[in-house]
T-cell receptor, first 114, second 115 residues
Framework: AQSVSQHNHHVILSEAASLELGCNYS??????LFWYVQYPGQHLQLLLK??????LVKGIKGFEAEFIKSKFSFNLRKPSVQWSDTAEYFC????????????FGAGTILRVKS | GAVVSQHPSWVICKSGTSVKIECRSL??????MFWYRQFPKQSLMLMAT?????????EQGVEKDKFLINHASLTLSTLTVTSAHPEDSSFYIC???????????FGEGSRLTVL
């Protein structure tokens, strides 16, 4: 079965620090990759996605993620975090033959100290 | 963007009772909706796929008789936790697909506590 691993459950950073959240998946075929974010008190929402093409994808609010096929990874990065980035971040994988089904990682709670 | 709304956002019930959670797509139609369950510090686990006009598709290990799903219209899916027990206490989230494969719009979630 497909699985998604997020390396850290809690991350605490100061404002302006750089962020990298790890995500690895287990599936050998074609995948679509996503990062979802849940800000405090809000719905889960899509941050960025990778379907094909350039493995470096850019999302909203300055976030980017790089798909490295050989490492089965899709790490999320931001050069300089802000207090407003405090949220929970979920990596997710959609396997083509499963339609819209997503397999989620356990999530990483990011707290940015002002 | 598309909006999905759940109700109630939290509910407390006694063991043995049944609880219904509603999931509505507010500004679009959804022939399919997904129900997830989230345990503390764990990932969202897909429970079932709700299909308008037909039976829901349950994931392996999910009890169909315990978690009744009905997709009555193109904008409403319901999850009923029947004869709830404390181990059913959890955070339940619904979602509806967007136009792109794997893109989902999520409800705000419903926290169920069974005493």
């Amino acid at each position: 079965a497909q699985s998604v691993s997020q390396h850290n459950h809690h991350v605490i950073l100061s404002e302006a620090a750089s962020l990298e959240l790890g995500c690895n998946y287990s599936y050998g075929g074609t995948v679509n990759l996503f990062w979802y974010v849940q800000y405090p008190g809000q719905h889960l929402q899509l941050l960025l996605k990778y379907f094909s093409g350039d493995p470096l994808v850019k999302g909203i609010k300055g976030f980017e993620a790089e798909f490295i096929k050989s490492k089965f990874s899709f790490n999320l990065r931001k050069p300089s975090v802000q207090w407003s980035d405090t949220a929970e971040y979920f990596c997710a994988v959609n396997v083509g033959e499963y339609g819209n089904k997503l397999v989620f990682g356990a999530g990483t709670i990011l707290r940015v100290k002002s | 963007g598309a909006v999905v709304s759940q109700h109630p956002s939290w509910v407390i019930c006694k063991s043995g009772t049944s609880v219904k959670i509603e999931c509505r797509s507010l500004d679009f139609q959804a022939t399919t909706m997904f129900w997830y369950r989230q345990f503390p510090k764990q990932s969202l686990m897909l429970m079932a796929t709700s299909n308008e006009g037909s039976k829901a598709t349950y994931e392996q290990g999910v009890e169909k008789d315990k978690f009744l799903i009905n997709h009555a219209s193109l904008t409403l899916s319901t999850l009923t936790v029947t004869s709830a027990h404390p181990e059913d206490s959890s955070f339940y989230i619904c979602s509806a697909p967007g136009n792109l494969a794997g893109e989902l719009f999520f409800g705000e979630g419903s926290r169920l506590t069974v005493l």
